[in-house]
């Protein structure tokens, strides 16, 4: 299985697609797309700039419409979406005042600790929840990334470089 993921990732896609795209996914985002990257044998720089890039994309679009869609589930008759959303109304309305404290540089640490949860996706729905404004907010992420992403190279290039002085 884990043959036919890097052969789809290396002859279809290409490494650097690979990475962007993983790099797109929420939860493994950047933290799993470096990585990849490096045991796909790019470019530490390539893989860093690819996956900061994937990691972004979604950024945008999660700003200015996760709200919009967190209210619509929290209306909703479907039981399923209703619990949802009235969580993450209620989860964000309690901890308000401590995240709107530290709002700007809060968003930025959230998205830059490379732990699972953490990243651009929870980062842009939490200042969308909190109204930051825009580009703020997209600032905010990026920074984030941009050390999430340094973060993490250092560690899987290192680690890359480990395997390979040791082999």
Same mark, same amino acid.
Not at 27 to 39: D, K, Q, T, V, Y
Not at 128 to 138: C, E, T
């Given at each position: 299985?884990?043959?036919?993921?890097?052969?789809? #990732?290396?002859?279809?896609?290409?490494?650097? =697609? %690979?990475?962007?795209? *993983?790099?797109?996914?929420? +939860?493994?985002?950047?933290?799993?797309?470096?990585?990849?990257?490096?045991?796909?044998?790019?470019?530490?720089?390539?893989?860093?700039?690819?996956? /900061?890039?994937?990691?972004?994309?979604?950024?945008?679009? +999660? !700003?200015?419409? /996760?709200?919009?869609? +967190?209210? =619509?589930?929290?209306?909703?008759?479907?039981?399923?979406?209703? @619990?949802? %959303?009235?969580? !993450? +109304?209620?989860?964000?309305?309690?901890?308000?005042?401590?995240?709107? &404290?530290?709002?700007? =540089? %809060?968003? *930025?640490?959230?998205?830059?600790?490379? #732990?699972?949860?953490? %990243?651009? =996706?929870?980062?842009? #729905?939490?200042?969308?929840?909190?109204?930051? &404004?825009?580009? @703020?907010?997209? $600032?905010? *992420?990026?920074?984030?990334? !941009?050390?999430?992403?340094?973060?993490?190279? $250092?560690?899987?290039?290192?680690? /890359?470089?480990?395997?390979?002085?040791?082999?």
């Amino acid at each position: 299985m884990i043959e036919a993921i890097e052969s789809f #990732l290396t002859e279809a896609l290409g490494a650097q =697609w %690979g990475v962007l795209l *993983c790099a797109m996914i929420p +939860i493994i985002e950047l933290r799993g797309a470096i990585p990849l990257g490096a045991a796909l044998g790019l470019p530490w720089w390539q893989n860093y700039l690819f996956a /900061v890039i994937g990691n972004m994309l979604p950024v945008p679009f +999660i !700003l200015l419409f /996760v709200k919009k869609v +967190i209210i =619509w589930m929290s209306d909703s008759r479907i039981k399923f979406f209703n @619990k949802i %959303g009235g969580f !993450l +109304i209620a989860k964000a309305e309690k901890n308000r005042a401590r995240i709107e &404290k530290y709002s700007f =540089w %809060g968003v *930025c640490l959230f998205v830059a600790i490379p #732990l699972p949860m953490t %990243g651009a =996706w929870t980062g842009s #729905l939490v200042a969308s929840v909190i109204d930051m &404004k825009f580009f @703020k907010a997209l $600032l905010s *992420c990026l920074i984030g990334v !941009l050390i999430a992403g340094v973060v993490m190279t $250092l560690a899987s290039y290192g680690v /890359v470089a480990a395997f390979r002085f040791f082999a």
